[in-house]
């Protein structure tokens, strides 16, 4: 998922790192310092769009290695977001750095996410633009409820509950998405889906070029792995 301009990730406000709150955390989180940057796949790859296979092993290197990846991939893209699928793992998986609507910065993973939302009754819907690392260069209005709630775990196998609200809840519900097949597209109309793929064929140079700078910029260019081709 995309980082609106609007927002931001305010370092001297209050943060919550796998759900609890902490003090402190670095702008970028020891797991992106750790990672290599991966390439993103684009929206037309098969990976992005068949359900995800459940994480049966946990505390593995590979497993850690992987989400040390997609931290530091998700920051050089400017994302707030990144499900395994979008590096190309079919994994259900995602990380996220991403601010609430209050100014609170939630930091964390979480795999074989189940998505609980409000009751129909007590749900509010929020039209909001979105967008996608896997549709680079586009944002268009999706309704989202303002609350979320996810069940999984974390990568050792234990079990973790992640609450968000506001932009972050939009932002579970999204990553939730990338691990059942769906981008924020298959939300959309025709004609407005056919607007946002417009947007990504006029933008997606821009983007890439962008993200290998940020790449640039880190130390972290010895792979052309930015380009979603």
Request: charged share 30%.
């Given at each position: ?7 931001s ?7 919550r ?5 902490v003090?402190?955390y ?13 390439r ?19 505390g593995?290197?590979?497993l ?21 699928n ?23 993973h ?6 609980e ?27 989202r ?14 079990p ?7 932009y972050?809840a939009?932002c579970?519900?999204?990553?939730t ?12 109309s025709?004609r ?7 947007q ?17 910029r ?12």
């Open positions: 998922m995309s980082v609106s301009h609007d927002r990730r305010p370092e001297d406000r209050r943060i790192v796998q759900g609890r709150p003090d402190s670095p702008a970028l989180s020891p797991e992106a310092e750790r990672g290599a940057v991966r993103i796949t684009v929206v037309g790859e098969e990976v992005l769009s068949r359900p995800c296979r459940e994480v049966t092993e946990f593995t290197p590979e850690s290695a992987l989400i040390d990846d997609m931290f530091l991939t998700m920051h050089v893209a400017d994302g707030a977001g990144l499900a395994a979008q590096v190309g793992v079919d994994l259900r998986l995602f990380v996220y750095d991403c601010p609430d609507d209050h100014g609170v910065r939630h930091v964390g979480i795999l074989n996410p189940v998505l939302l409000p009751e129909p009754g007590s749900r509010r819907l929020i039209d909001e633009f979105e967008g996608c690392l896997s549709v680079p260069g586009a944002a268009m209005t999706v309704p409820t303002d609350r979320a709630v996810v069940h999984g775990f974390d990568k050792d196998g234990n973790l509950t992640i609450e968000g609200t506001g972050f939009r579970l519900q999204h990553e998405d990338h691990l059942f097949g769906r981008t924020y597209l298959d939300r959309l025709t407005d889906r056919k607007d946002a793929l417009r990504m064929a006029d933008r997606r140079e821009e983007v890439f070029a962008l993200r290998e700078a940020k790449a640039a880190l130390g972290r260019d010895g792979e052309p792995p930015v380009r979603g081709r």
